[in-house]
């Protein structure tokens, strides 16, 4: 087990390169399932998410390779095998197995999802839409039981606005008899990435981004080849970082459009962000505004970079309100912050940051993957020496941060842990 150590308070400067998105990628790869012929995807973030996809398609006889950020599908010998336990509770994504593989065999067995503890996080509306596409579902045992004799196009509605739910019943329906209108759908990026590789695979799908997507059910999908688009909470992190310990910083492979609630805030604050076609500079001014942030759907602030938002505004002068309306209870970077000596409340679904508080390095941990992030960022800011534990949540979603971050003159390293400190983490 490693730990990640910090010598913070320097600033930092240069060029940082964006990885292929996380979201995408854990759903683009279980969408490979409903193919029947080898797909191709470049530019795959190198995390565990994503090898313990690999895993997984391996486990239902799929032949996957892994070389750099380049994965080769061949789906063709897979077949229905049960996932129940295993590798599925380790990534909230597994999840996408139930709409691909229900899409393709009619059938499939998948355990409950893991993932990051945000409070709850039911899959009520995935179920729905399986239903209503005509598939009969029981939970035996902590594991989803699906089966349809033939799956039929319905028009669903969805009650909340779920990214997860929306790619699931996109996968389910992209091989149905006939038409599925999903109503009130996600409007996510990630979204539109997922269909354009369906699409290059033969699906019929309209107005993906939009929030009502109509798929025409096909009987075959083939092959493909697929490139990924940029992940905006890597980038959005690294702006947040660049705000906070930069001389000036240029956040390369982006899709400035998709980081526009993240670039206003930011300039709410004071902060200089320079928009180009593929890169964002960002600068700090010099004085940092207090500002408040809610969390919304996709155009709206996301919910995953409210965690590092929140070290940033230690740093702005006056109250900061950060409300999460996605995950009410996505506040367990406080404690660790406040160790770092940040004036922070909760209250509700609400943190308080009053500032400018200057951090101090401590031993933190990440009870999250953008709880890591935040205390990445913090012990970025921080004086003296920061070290996280948790390791295992940011490498779900970061891919060679340790490097990227060096290359920016950070003082940054992994180390691994004795069997003393990895003992009282356990406590
Ligand atoms: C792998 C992946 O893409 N993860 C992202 C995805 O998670 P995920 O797909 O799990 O998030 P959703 O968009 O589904 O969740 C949004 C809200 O809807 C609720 N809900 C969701 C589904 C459902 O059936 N019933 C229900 O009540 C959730 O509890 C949450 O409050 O979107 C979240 C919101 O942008 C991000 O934080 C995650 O990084
Ligand atoms: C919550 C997140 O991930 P997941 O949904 O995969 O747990 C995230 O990426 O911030």
């Known amino acids: ?101 229900l899409g393709r065999f009619k059938k499939a067995v998948i355990g409950l999802p893991g993932g990051c503890h945000l409070g709850p996080r039911p899959i009520d509306q995935h179920i729905k839409g399986f239903e209503a596409l005509g598939a009969q579902i029981t939970n035996e045992q902590g594991a989803i039981y699906l089966r349809a004799d033939e799956l039929r196009g319905a028009r669903i509605y969805l009650d909340v606005v779920s990214v997860g739910a929306t790619i699931n019943i996109m996968l389910a329906a992209v091989k149905a008899k006939g038409r599925t209108i999903i109503e009130n759908a996600a ?31 096909v009987e075959h999908l083939h092959g493909c080849r697929h490139t990924i688009i940029p992940d905006r909470i890597e980038a959005g992190t690294f702006m947040i970082l660049a705000a906070a310990v930069g001389e000036g910083i240029v956040v390369d492979n982006v899709i400035p459009q998709h980081l526009e609630s993240v670039t206003a805030k930011l300039r709410e604050m004071g902060v200089n962000v320079e928009t180009g076609d593929d890169q964002i500079f960002v600068s700090p001014g010099s004085k940092f505004k207090a500002v408040d942030i809610k969390t919304l759907v996709y155009p709206g602030f996301p919910t995953d ?16 309100v950060v409300t999460d309306t996605i995950y009410g209870a996505r506040f367990k970077h406080i404690d660790e912050l406040r160790r770092m000596n940040a004036n922070i409340k909760v209250e509700g679904r609400s ?77």
């Open 1 to 101: 087990m490693e730990k990640l150590k910090i010598s913070g308070g320097y600033p930092l400067k240069g060029s940082i390169r964006v990885s292929g998105a996380k979201n995408s990628a854990v759903a683009l790869i279980p969408a490979t399932i409903l193919a029947d012929s080898p797909v191709k995807i470049e530019g795959l973030p190198i995390i565990s998410d994503v090898e313990i996809l690999k895993g997984l398609l391996e486990e239902i006889g799929g032949t996957v390779s892994l070389d750099g950020d380049e994965m080769s599908v061949d789906p063709s010998r897979m077949i229905s095998m049960p996932l129940p336990n295993g590798r599925v509770k380790k990534l909230r994504a597994s999840y996408y197995l139930m709409g691909a593989m």
């Open 187 to 217: 409007k996510e990026p990630e979204i539109i990435d997922v269909a354009t590789l369906l699409t290059n695979m033969g699906a019929n799908i309209k107005g993906a981004g939009t929030d009502i997507i109509r798929i025409d059910g």
């Open 351 to 427: 943190a308080i940051i009053n500032g400018p508080s200057q951090l101090q390095g401590a031993k933190v941990k990440a009870s999250d993957l953008r709880a890591g992030a935040a205390l990445v960022v913090a012990g970025l800011m921080a004086e003296g020496l920061t070290e996280v534990t948790g390791l295992e949540h940011i490498d779900r979603g970061y891919s060679n941060l340790v490097e990227k971050l060096n290359g920016l003159g950070a003082t940054i390293w992994r180390e691994k842990m004795t069997a003393e400190e990895v003992e009282q983490l356990k406590n």
């Open 305 to 320: 970079l409210q965690q590092p938002f929140t070290s940033l505004l230690t740093k702005a002068s006056g109250s900061s």
